[in-house]
């Protein structure tokens, strides 16, 4: 079942972050669908969070589309060579996002090797945010997409962590927000070889 806008309208970050695990991210691109399941995400708190593009209440060009209403994607290149996908989450101008860190590869997993030349038995293939996007097909053209459409979308498949199974941690590669860099807001699920690493805390 595809999720409803309404899913994406919690106004708590990290209950969407922790819940987004086990769903299912689906990408349709030329008539060819790949999917995999979310099995690692970080939660960024809009204005308030030293790591979020959004912090101080920041708004560029870039960064607009984190104030939409939540149900659209989020999409930017880091360092010039990844795409990092993003869920917008919240109401409009509660710029709250979760971005989606890893994926198990679970439909079209042929033209998921095809994308990333590798075998979908390697974990690296979708292991890490830059590796999970492309692995989907994700790139720039996928921002601001809606996420009860028909080319970007998540599906609850009944896919469920027990909560001994997800682990909480600090986030990664974001040292620059000082205090904030040491909140445990990145979410995983325990003994999964497609979460990035370290995935031992």
């Known amino acids: 079942m595809k999720l409803p806008l309404s899913y994406y309208s919690a106004q708590d970050v990290l209950f969407l972050a922790q819940d987004l695990l086990g769903k299912v991210l689906f990408t349709e691109i030329n008539g060819e669908i790949t999917a995999g399941i979310i099995v690692e995400t970080e939660a960024y708190n809009g204005v308030y969070d030293k790591a979020s593009h959004a912090y101080g209440g920041r708004r560029t060009d870039r960064t607009e589309t984190l104030y939409s209403h939540g149900g659209i994607s989020y999409v930017y290149l880091c360092y010039g060579i990844h795409h990092l996908f993003n869920v917008v989450t919240s109401v409009e101008d509660e710029p709250h996002a979760v971005l989606v860190r890893a994926i ?11 994308r990333r030349n590798m075998p979908a038995s390697k974990a690296v293939i979708s292991s890490g945010p830059g590796s999970a996007a492309k692995a989907l097909g994700i790139d720039r053209s996928f921002n601001k997409k809606d996420l009860t459409g028909n080319e970007i979308w998540i599906e609850d498949r009944g896919i469920q962590y027990p909560s001994e199974d997800i682990v909480t941690g600090p986030r990664i590669g974001v040292a620059y927000a000082q205090e904030d860099a040491l909140l445990p807001w990145r979410f995983f699920v325990k003994g999964n070889k497609y979460v990035s690493k370290p995935n031992i805390i």
């Open 104 to 114: 198990e590869p679970l439909i079209g997993t042929e033209i998921m090797e095809n």
